[in-house]
């Protein structure tokens, strides 16, 4: 998964350039995807998922997947997210992947003056949206958030029936939506592994049909040794829960002051730091435990250096992605 958030203070230019060379990186190494998420109006740089896409794609070779994980659908309006996801499906002639949630940043649905509380009917609606404008002509809808009459959108996509829709989320609404609306569900890159098993328990007793894939992210850091990856990880990594605990999105709980006891406690089951026997263990753990067989991993953090992220691409690429079939 590319870095699209950076501190503001970075040339946005040098950013992007080194996003481009990290996806070339990746290609090279033979991952398989490519995706982005999605964030607005926070202190940091945050690129646009779609045009960030669309750049990134023109590096990667042509087997590759690229998606983004996630669109937050309930801020967009469909009929706007189906023209632009159809338009890189035919920029990756066929590779795309759309990836979306419900999102949970007050300021971002304050801002676009749309009600928080309406995200998962908006959501739902969205998607039903989408997928009547890929699929045909003339198309027709009539929900409480969208509404259109006898409506075209072009162009269609290059997949026959529109891209696959991998939608995310931990409660347990938002996996019983992904279970009987997306092809896919996205387990989320917070939640610890013991709470993951428990809604995949509930997202295979839902979902009517056999998942084109059981997708999960993770942030991931691999150096030489154990000891390297966590020096170069924590401090970042704090920094990224530390927002994420006052976005809302997790309970930080009492943790210990040290930053090593601190990164400790909640790394477990959570962040996939260290030598590259290391990770591939916690990988097949996800594997056996969950039944991931795609892992959309993260190498960078705000903050951190363009060479130290290109170093963990080479070294997943070399000793970690040949053992395991999830990257």
Known sequence: MALTQHPSERDPGECMMELVEQARAASDRGFASLFVGEHHFTEDSYFDNFPTLARASAEVRDEMRVGTSVCLLPLHHPGLVAERAATLDAITNGRFVLGAAAGYRDEEFEVLGI??????????????????????????????????????????????????????????????????????????????????????????????????????????????????????????????????????????????????????AVRQGRYIIGSPDRVVDELEALNERLGVDHVIGRVQWPGMKHDRAMAAIDLLGREVRPRVETL
């Open 115 to 264: 009600d928080k509380a309406d995200r998962a009917e908006r959501l739902t609606e969205g998607v039903e949206v989408i997928r009547k404008l890929w699929t045909g002509d003339g198309a027709s809808f009539h929900g409480d958030h969208f509404e259109f009459e006898n409506l075209t959108s072009r162009p269609h996509p290059v997949q026959e029936g529109g891209p696959p829709i991998w939608l995310g989320g931990s409660a347990p609404s938002a996996v019983r939506r992904a279970a009987t609306l997306g092809d896919a569900w996205i387990m989320d890159p917070v939640s610890q592994i013991d709470k993951l098993e428990k809604a995949v328990e509930l997202y295979d007793r839902e979902t009517p049909t056999v998942p084109v894939c059981r997708p999960i992210r993770r942030d991931i850091y691999v150096a030489e040794t154990s000891e390297e990856a966590v020096e170069t990880a924590m401090p970042y990594l704090l920094d990224k829960f530390d927002s994420l605990t006052e976005w809302g999105i997790i309970d930080g709980g009492d943790t210990p002051t040290d930053d090593r006891e601190r990164f400790e």
